[in-house]
């Protein structure tokens, strides 16, 4: 089957710079994903890695460690919208369906 | 580009009664559409997926006969709760892919902002 770990819930400050993390382990690998979710509200995409490295894109920065089965997001500047849910999705091999994690709920206070 | 809609945004009926929720790709062709349910609190569960043309592929525990998906074109998925009973009362968000890749990211998914049913 396949697994996605990330942390259930994080806080930061308004300002500051907050990594999220997400392990995974799937039967191959074709892609990470992350997108943010605000409550009531349906996911938005916010970044695709499917080679290593960092990706970044504004204030917000995804990394992949394919050989590690890691990713992070990395959002800096951080402003009180940005307090929402943050999923990390990864498309295993083949014709596999996207798996999503659980989701990382951020909380950005003043 | 990679705009999904989703109609109704929200929607009340009695238990007992169908209500029908509609996706639609707005500025691309969507050959792979997804049915999401999300409780509160809870991350999004993948119920079925929707391929133009031919039957869709319900997750274990999803009982096809009472959510019954039709997408009839590549730009259009329809999702039909039938005999709706209070336990549906749910976040049901669809998503669009484009595998073959026009204007995404391969196998992006690109979600609707969602429809809220309660069913009394």
């Known amino acids: 089957g396949q697994n996605i770990d990330q942390p259930t819930e994080m806080t930061a400050t308004e300002g500051a710079i907050v990594q999220i993390n997400c392990t995974y382990q799937t039967s191959g690998f074709n892609g990470l994903f992350w997108y943010q979710q605000h409550a009531g509200e349906a996911p938005t995409f916010l970044s695709y890695n499917v080679l290593d490295g960092l990706e970044e894109k504004g204030r917000f920065s995804s990394f992949l460690s394919r050989s590690k089965g890691y990713s992070y997001l990395l959002l800096k500047e951080l402003q009180m919208k940005d307090s929402a849910s943050y999923l990390c999705a990864v498309k295993p091999g083949g014709y596999q369906k996207v798996t999503f994690g659980t989701g990382t709920k951020l909380q950005v206070i003043p | 580009g990679a705009v999904v809609s989703q109609h109704p945004s929200r929607v009340i009926c009695k238990s007992g009664t169908s209500v029908k929720i509609e996706c639609r790709s707005l500025d691309f062709q969507a050959t792979t559409m997804f049915w999401y349910r999300q409780f509160p609190k809870q991350s999004l569960m993948l119920m079925a997926t929707s391929n133009e043309g031919s039957k869709a592929t319900y997750e274990q525990g999803v009982e096809k006969d009472k959510f019954l998906i039709n997408h009839a074109s590549l730009t259009l998925s329809t999702l039909t709760v039938t005999s709706a009973h209070p336990e549906d009362s749910s976040f049901y968000i669809c998503?669009?892919?484009?595998?073959?890749?026009?204007?995404?990211?391969?196998?992006?998914?690109?979600f609707g902002p969602g429809t809220r049913l309660t069913v009394l």
């Open positions: 998503s669009a892919s484009d595998p073959i890749g026009q204007i995404l990211s391969t196998d992006t998914q690109y």
